[in-house]
């Protein structure tokens, strides 16, 4: 791993120690001065200390200088997932907690550190957070809505037309040497032109995934806790159905609902009966909003066509049999990896951490209970 340190932008003046133990340092300099000084509030000669904040794992630099500007940073560089007890030594004593979506911030995690005032997500799904434990202990918890829908809505046709067209599988079938010549049922898949997608949840990326559906002259159906307002259901010519029906007349099912306690193994046998024998699912979702051992025995079985699947219930581990199975396509959690797109959630995170750490409200706080 590449451990070299180099100072944001033009600014020189910070510095950078690689303890033992992997995590990496990075203290800005000069400590002891204001992380914000706004000249009004600051006295000839007055020391005031900057946030002390934790990083939990590498981000964009963009993203990484506005923290290194503003606080008193410790960023673990080694980009490795850190254990429980590892977050709770490093959350000691901070004021701020910028933590990526495999970071579990639980109770003990949002307990550690009495000064503990924001903890800023770097993704638009939060249910890696105990939201309610922070409220209650008026922690600010913020996420990264909007810059990736568009990113995450184009993964989820990718995962759709590589499943439906057998990309990957036929990827795989060449590269082994199996390819000895044309043939007229050569690795033939489903048509996509005309056909019925069914959205769960049109939300801004729900709604993402409907808009490019309309290009490929696709019938929309879409389900959801609530019914999305008459002229965006006109806009992207979307129709309300049930969760069974659309289950039933879907010959593409992609989730888009958020991991909630009601959603949990939202799609299990009992839907995944429901599906045509050539339909598809993509999840590019959260992970346990499928019951994962289900879908392994429907794919297995081929009572649904193909999955393409960029999440996971028990990341990054996957329920037994699927890596065997041709008819599934799988990514690692890579919908909103483009670069721009991973830059400006780092950027959005950063910026929602020092506003909460300058007393402002952040752009993006998921729980404004706690201001009140
Ligand atoms: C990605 O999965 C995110 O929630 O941002």
């Known amino acids: 791993m590449d451990r070299t340190c180099k100072p944001p932008g033009?600014?020189?003046?910070?510095?950078?120690?690689v303890p033992l133990d992997g995590t990496l340092a990075v203290r800005t300099s000069p400590p002891g001065r204001s992380a914000f000084p706004s000249g009004d509030d600051r006295r000839?000669?007055?020391?005031?200390?900057?946030?002390?904040?934790?990083?939990s794992r590498m981000i964009p630099q963009e993203g990484l200088d506005i923290v290194l500007a503003a606080c008193d940073a410790?960023?673990?560089a080694d980009d490795r997932h850190l254990s429980q007890a590892e977050l709770i030594d490093k959350v000691k004593g901070k004021e701020g907690l910028l933590c990526l979506l495999t970071d579990d911030i639980n109770d003990a995690i949002l307990g550690a550190s009495p000064q503990l005032k924001v903890v800023a997500n770097v993704a638009v799904g939060y249910d890696n957070i105990d939201v309610q434990a922070a409220t209650r202990g008026k922690i600010i918890v913020?996420?990264?809505p909007g810059v990736l829908?568009?990113?995450?809505?184009?993964?989820?046709w990718c995962l759709l037309v590589a499943s439906a067209r057998r990309l990957v599988e036929a990827d795989r079938y060449l590269r082994a040497g199996k390819y000895t010549g044309w043939g007229i049922?050569?690795?033939?898949g489903e048509d996509i032109f005309g056909k019925t997608i069914g959205i769960c949840g049109l939300g801004r990326i729900g709604r993402g995934v409907a808009k490019r559906a309309r290009g490929f002259e696709m019938r929309i159906l879409y389900t959801d806790a609530v019914r999305a307002p008459t002229e965006v259901e006109r806009e992207l010519g979307a129709q309300f159905v049930d969760k069974e029906t659309l289950f039933r007349e879907a010959d593409f099912v992609t989730l888009h609902i958020p991991l909630l306690p009601q959603t949990h193994r939202y799609v299990s046998t009992k839907e995944l009966m429901l599906m045509k024998k050539t339909a598809h699912l993509v999840n590019a979702s959260r992970g346990p909003v499928v019951d994962e051992t289900a879908l392994v025995q429907a794919l297995r079985e081929r009572r649904i066509a193909?999955?393409?699947?960029?999440?996971?219930e028990h990341e990054?581990?996957?329920?037994?049999?699927?890596?065997?199975l041709d008819n599934v396509t799988l990514a690692p959690h890579i919908a909103s990896a483009s670069v721009d797109t991973r830059m400006k959630m780092a950027v959005m995170a950063a910026t929602n951490l020092v506003e909460a750490l300058q007393g402002r409200r952040p752009p993006n706080i998921v729980n404004p209970d706690v201001l009140s």
Request: charged residues 20%.
């Open 10 to 17: 033009a600014n020189p003046t910070w510095v950078c120690e």
């Open 44 to 55: 000839e000669g007055e020391t005031i200390m900057k946030p002390r904040v934790f990083v």
């Open 74 to 76: 410790e960023v673990n």
């Open 142 to 144: 913020t996420n990264t």
């Open 149 to 156: 829908d568009d990113t995450t809505a184009d993964f989820t």
């Open 185 to 188: 049922m050569l690795l033939c």
């Open 306 to 312: 193909g999955a393409g699947l960029d999440v996971y």
């Open 316 to 324: 990054p581990d996957m329920a037994s049999g699927l890596v065997e």
